[in-house]
Structure formats: C-alpha cells, structure tokens
C-alpha cells in the first residue's frame, strides 16, 4: 500500500472521529436538567455511564498508539464527562494524524470497524434515550453537517440543513421543572 493510500485512511478515520464528536454533541446540546441520570430501564447505561464508556471506548483505540490499558473512573457530572470524552478523541486524532504505527493486530479498517463504529453507536443510544426521556433531537440532513476534521472538541456547529417536516416532533412543549 502506497504511503499516501495509508494518509488517506488516516485523514477518514480522522473525519470519523469529527463526525463522531458532531453527534454525540447534536444528541446531549441542550439537554434538559435531569437528563444526565436518565435511566431507561433493564440496566441501560445512563447517558452519563454512557458517555464514559465512549470515552472508554477512544481510550481503548489509543492504546493500540501507545500499549497499556485505559479504564477511566467516572467523574462528578456529565459535562465532565463530555470533556474528557472530547480529549480522548482529540488525542486518538493527534495519533493518526501524527502517522504513528499501530501497535499489535491494530490496522485502519479494524479501528473503524472496532472502536469507532462501537462509539457511533453509543452517540445514537444517546440520542435515542434522549427521545426516550421525552426531549427528542431534531433530525438534520447530515450530509450538509458543517463537520471538519480540525473540529473534534464540545464546540461543534449548529444544523447547517435540519428537516423542514418532523412528523413525530413533540406536540407540547415538555413540561420542566421551575
């Protein structure tokens, strides 16, 4: 494989990685007090537990970088968690970008089809239990998203092109706590 076929995986895996930042921001931005906490029943993880087993899950695509494990201890609120969720990835992104071998059985296809596709999907639990909690998130068009692969942090763009027609949006405005 030629040197630059490798780059380009890199930078993908890298667009991943910011795509991956975007929704797991579109899926807790806003959320309402309580959310955090919100337990949906039969031992689902919390959106809190849950954005610490993503954090996890970035660790753990890290140390195919660096050796070593990576078992995070939770931390006091969500948007710590969110924090240190965002640092992990920026650090798993400075890796690829850096061109660092991948240590052991570790190659590009096996980080997207391992840890990065397993977070992905914790970004949509997050946005499905937000739904759950009766807050759910207005669909976009994600092919117009205004992500970039030098934005991995908590900062992410509005909706460039969310839908025009939500059929299944709420029909009263949820009742929060004064």
């Not at 890298?14 to 899926?27: E, G, I, N």
């Not at 309402?32 to 689902?44: D, L, R, V």
């Not at 991995?152 to 709420?170: H, K, R, S, Y």
Request: net charge negative; hydrophobic share 40%; glycine share 8%.
């Amino acid at each position: 494989m030629t040197e630059q076929a490798i780059d380009d995986k890199r930078e993908l895996l890298t667009h991943y990685l910011a795509a991956l930042a975007y929704r797991t921001q579109k899926a807790i931005r806003g959320a309402p007090e309580g959310f955090s906490g919100f337990q949906a029943g039969n031992e689902t993880r919390t959106p809190m537990e849950l954005v610490r087993h993503m954090t996890s899950v970035m660790g753990y695509a890290c140390t195919f970088f660096t050796g070593g494990t990576y078992w995070p201890e939770p931390l006091a609120s969500l948007d710590d968690e969110v924090s240190r969720f965002h640092v992990t990835v920026e650090t798993l992104a400075r890796h690829l970008q850096n061109g660092e071998p991948f240590l052991g059985p570790m190659t590009a296809e096996r980080m997207l089809q391992g840890p990065l596709a397993d977070a992905m999907t914790h970004a949509g639990q997050l946005g499905l239990l937000r739904r759950l909690y009766g807050d759910p998130v207005p669909p976009e068009n994600f092919i117009f998203a205004a992500i970039t692969r030098e934005n991995l942090g908590p900062d992410q763009a509005n909706p460039v092109m969310p839908d025009a027609d939500w059929p299944e949006a709420p029909k009263v405005a949820r009742q929060r706590p004064c």
